[in-house]
């Protein structure tokens, strides 16, 4: 599975869009970018996940560079309660299920 | 329908002993996978059952096993405690047709 690369920290004004990037240089056509977050000692959280096109759901939006080395999370309109650690992965469809996690980005939304 | 359900929350064991925890998947996941969250490594996947087998494995010593019974519920048996091993537990199941998967709340276990 390719390795990914996050900012370590970031900050956010509530009522502001929040765009966590994610660098993943490595990978290879089959594989999936996968952004989950982690509030506080809680299990991490399915936000959103994306091949080639661009996702949208109703928590967030996944923007995936043409060359799809790298990607953006963009929380629209970020809230307190949206404070946590952000895990971009990357992973192939036909693999077992094995997540590899990385360091992730801690985001605070700042009141 | 209910989500992955983890037993117990929070243990507290001492250097030497054998624990085990307990994973109820989502009704209708196959898939079971157990991770292990330190301040020190992260999240670490420690190995995922299928249809009560082990389909792959991490990098764990073999002091860590597990297993999985016919109803999709699994178990991790960790033997010989030590007190590295204090971490949060973490269980994760899907639908085996679809990689999303879903995350109990984790089990905090402490080991002193």
């Known amino acids: 599975d390719a390795k990914t690369t996050q900012p370590p920290s970031m900050d956010c004004a509530e009522g502001r869009a929040a765009n966590l990037p994610c660098n993943h240089s490595t990978i290879s056509g089959n594989e999936y970018v996968y952004w989950y977050r982690q509030i506080h000692s809680q299990g991490p959280q399915y936000i959103i996940h994306?091949?080639?096109n661009n996702e949208t759901n109703e928590m967030a939006s996944l923007i995936i560079t043409e060359d799809r080395k790298s990607s953006t999370l963009i929380l629209p309109h970020a809230t307190l309660r949206d404070t946590a650690v952000y895990y971009c992965i990357v992973r192939g469809a036909n693999t077992g299920n094995q997540f590899y996690f990385g360091t992730g980005t801690s985001l605070t939304v700042i009141p | 329908k209910a989500g992955v359900t983890q037993t117990p929350r929070y243990l507290i064991k001492t250097r030497g002993q054998q624990v085990t925890l307990s994973c109820s998947p989502i009704s209708g996941h196959r898939s079971v996978s157990w991770y292990q969250q330190t301040p020190g490594q992260g999240l670490q996947f420690l190995f995922e059952y299928f249809s009560e087998t082990q389909r792959n494995k991490g990098n764990f010593p073999g002091r860590f096993s597990g297993r999985q019974f016919s109803n999709s519920r699994s178990e991790m048996n960790v033997s010989t405690l030590e007190l590295g091993d204090s971490a949060l537990y973490l269980c994760?199941?899907?639908?085996?047709?679809?990689?999303?998967?879903?995350f109990g709340p984790g089990t905090r276990l402490t080991v002193t």
């Open positions: 994306g091949l080639k």
């Open positions: 994760a199941s899907r639908n085996d047709r679809v990689i999303k998967q879903y």
